[in-house]
Every structure is written in C-alpha cells, then in structure tokens.
C-alpha cells in the first residue's frame, strides 16, 4: 500500500478512535505525533485529500462566528497551525476505513504467505543453490499463479533456454499449493504454462 494510503489510515483510526460524538479535537502537532509523522505538512496534506473526497470534514472555532467547516482554500498556517480544529469522519469515511484496512491485511498475509513458503521450502530442503536462483524460482511461481502476467512468453522461453526453469518449479508450485498459497486452478495454470513453453 502507498505511503499516502498508510498515512490517511493512521488519521482515520486516530479521529475514530477518540470521537466522543462525531467530531475529534487536535491540533497540528498532537495529530503529527499519533500517526507517527514529524512533516507537519505531509499530515496536513493528506488531511486536504480526505476533506476534499468526503471522507473526512474539518472544522474549526472562530470567535464571533462558531464553527467553520473548511473549504479548501483556507492558507494552512492559519487553520492547521494556530490553535486546535476538530475532524470528523463522513458515511463514505467509514467504508474508505474499511476497504484499506482489508487491503492492508490481505497485503499482510500475502507477505506472511511468502514467508511462509520459504519456511516450507528450508524444511523440505528444497534450498536452491543461491538466493538470486530462489527469487527467480518465486517470480517464475508469481508468473505462473497470475501474479505476474504471462505476456512475455519470449522472456520464459529465454529462461528455459537458459536453465532458469528447473524440475524445482514442480516442487516449488506442489509446495505453493500445499500452503495454500495457489488453488488447484492456478496448480493447472502452471502445468499449462509449462506445456507452452
């Protein structure tokens, strides 16, 4: 996930986390410090993308006139920088929430998923040779499970030619699948990818 992205969850969960009712006080400094960021202007930003999609609004106490919803065109060193403003999450800020903290667990367990056939691999003592031989192994399974599209066949049949795809790729896609890491249709996607080249 973008930097960015991580950035927005951090506030969203910050602003949730403390609502009393839908609005959160903070101010510049405070909200820097809870999503571990020290550019002020880098959380400012990625608080002027929410506001500006509707994900989140923002707020703030003027004398003699109440709140004041940020518009977009406010200088930030007077609406960020001076004094407190209150955030608050919109109907669309808690499905945008939701959808990339999935995203966030599914890349989560996509890395635990590689690691986990690393782990496999060492234990059946399927070691390649090198380490640059077993990323290329892991991006020839990446290719053959649809990870990596397969319109270069040109490239897969240089590696072949070259000794690149060994009769570890049938072990390697066996032990993908038995860690769950590919279906069985993917196990066939490889088969077919082996047959053509």
Same mark, same amino acid.
């Given at each position: 996930?973008? =930097? ?11 602003? =949730? ?7 959160? #006080? ?8 809870? !999503?571990?960021?020290?550019? @002020? ?19 703030? @106490?003027?004398?003699? /006139? ?24 919109? %109907?669309?800020?808690? +499905?945008?929430? /939701? +959808?990339?903290?999935? =995203?966030? =667990?599914?890349?989560?367990? %996509?890395?635990?998923? @590689?690691?986990? &056939? ?7 003592? &399927?070691?390649?040779?090198? !380490? ?13 499970? $649809? ?32 860690? $769950?890491? !590919? ?12 047959? #053509?080249?």
């Amino acid at each position: 996930m973008l =930097r960015s992205r991580h950035l927005e969850l951090r506030i969203l969960r910050y602003v =949730r986390v403390g609502m009393s009712d839908r609005w959160r #006080a903070t101010t510049l400094p405070e909200l820097a410090n809870a !999503v571990n960021s020290q550019d @002020w202007g880098e959380v400012t930003d990625a608080l002027k993308r929410l506001d500006q999609r509707d994900i989140i609004q923002i707020r703030k @106490w003027i004398d003699q /006139e109440g709140f004041a919803l940020y518009e977009g065109e406010e200088p930030n060193d007077g609406f960020f920088h001076h004094g407190s403003f209150e955030v608050g999450i919109t %109907a669309n800020g808690r +499905a945008y929430q /939701e +959808a990339i903290e999935e =995203r966030e =667990r599914s890349e989560h367990v %996509a890395q635990g998923g @590689w690691e986990t &056939l690393t782990r496999q691999l060492a234990a059946h003592q &399927l070691i390649l040779p090198s !380490v640059s031989l077993l990323d290329k192994q892991l991006a020839k399974l990446a290719r053959s499970v $649809g990870l990596v599209t397969n319109h270069d066949d040109q490239l897969a049949k240089l590696a072949r030619s070259i000794g690149l795809v060994t009769d570890h790729d049938d072990q390697l896609a066996k032990l993908a699948q038995s860690v $769950g890491l !590919v279906t069985d249709h993917a196990f066939g996607q490889t088969a077919d990818l082996r047959d #053509a080249l």
